[in-house]
């Protein structure tokens, strides 16, 4: 089975600074998908960042990035400029592309709650 | 267009009854999977339902249970409550099930929170 860990329960940033929160995972399997989900207060999952693990180059979008070490099985998330507006939980997630045809099944990791300071 | 609505966002009840949540996905989507999150044990995937059929199940006993509509919309039941169920279920939806498109993002719902007492 596949797992997800995130060893830090909390960070904190000043606003426009720049903070990397960081997952592992351990699986056996070669093809998957990597996401990063934020759940602000409502609760409500958003998506962040996904990677595809076939693709070597890392994702990013606007002011999050990735740095996908697939050797290492290491999947960190970047934010720079933070914004007030990026606080709140932060999930780092797996999902299996080998049996993609009949599964959506996300693992989640245990989360990083994520403090924006002025 | 309309995100995915989950009905009712809080409900109590008491041990030993049983719960009903509704899930409406986004429009379009046929694949709607369930998850529990709790602070103990985190977000602990429940099943998976595509086209009426359930796909895939995580580690719940059969008291949870879920079913898909004609419409896509989908359900999960809990019997027999207990304290431990007392969580935030969270809704997920997405266009087809699987595919690598990378269109085919996987959308949450806001959830509903559900205490047993």
């Known amino acids: 089975a596949q797992t997800v860990t995130q060893s830090q329960p909390e960070m904190s940033v000043q606003e426009a600074e720049t903070v990397t929160l960081s997952c592992t995972y351990d699986?056996?399997?070669?093809?998957?998908?990597l996401f990063w989900y934020k759940q602000p207060p409502s609760r409500q999952m958003i998506l962040v960042i996904r990677q595809e693990a076939y693709k070597q180059q890392n994702a990013t979008e606007n002011r999050f990035s990735v740095n996908f070490q697939k050797a290492a099985k290491s999947f960190s998330l970047k934010i720079s400029d933070s914004q007030l507006g990026d606080a709140a939980m932060y999930f780092c997630?797996?999902?299996?592309?080998?049996?993609?045809?009949?599964?959506?099944?996300?693992?989640f990791g245990t989360g990083t709650r994520l403090q924006v300071t002025l | 267009k309309a995100g995915v609505t989950q009905t009712p966002r809080y409900l109590i009840k008491t041990r030993g009854q049983q719960v009903t949540l509704s899930c409406s996905p986004i429009?379009?989507?046929?694949?709607v999977s369930w998850y529990q999150q709790t602070p103990g044990q985190g977000l602990q995937f429940l099943f998976e339902?595509?086209?009426?059929?359930?796909?895939n199940k995580g580690n719940f006993p059969g008291r949870f249970s879920g079913r898909q509509f004609s419409n896509s919309r989908s359900e999960m039941n809990v019997s027999t409550l207990e304290l431990g169920d007392s969580a935030l279920y969270l809704c997920?939806?997405?266009?087809?099930?699987?595919?690598?498109?990378?269109?085919?993002?996987?959308?949450f719902g806001e959830g509903s929170w559900l205490t047993v007492v």
């Open positions: 699986t056996s399997e070669s093809d998957y998908y």
């Open positions: 429009s379009g989507h046929r694949s």
């Open positions: 339902y595509f086209s009426e059929t359930q796909r």
């Open positions: 997630a797996y999902r299996s592309a080998v049996n993609a045809g009949t599964a959506s099944k996300l693992t």
């Open positions: 997920a939806s997405s266009f087809r099930l699987g595919s690598h498109r990378p269109g085919n993002t996987i959308y």
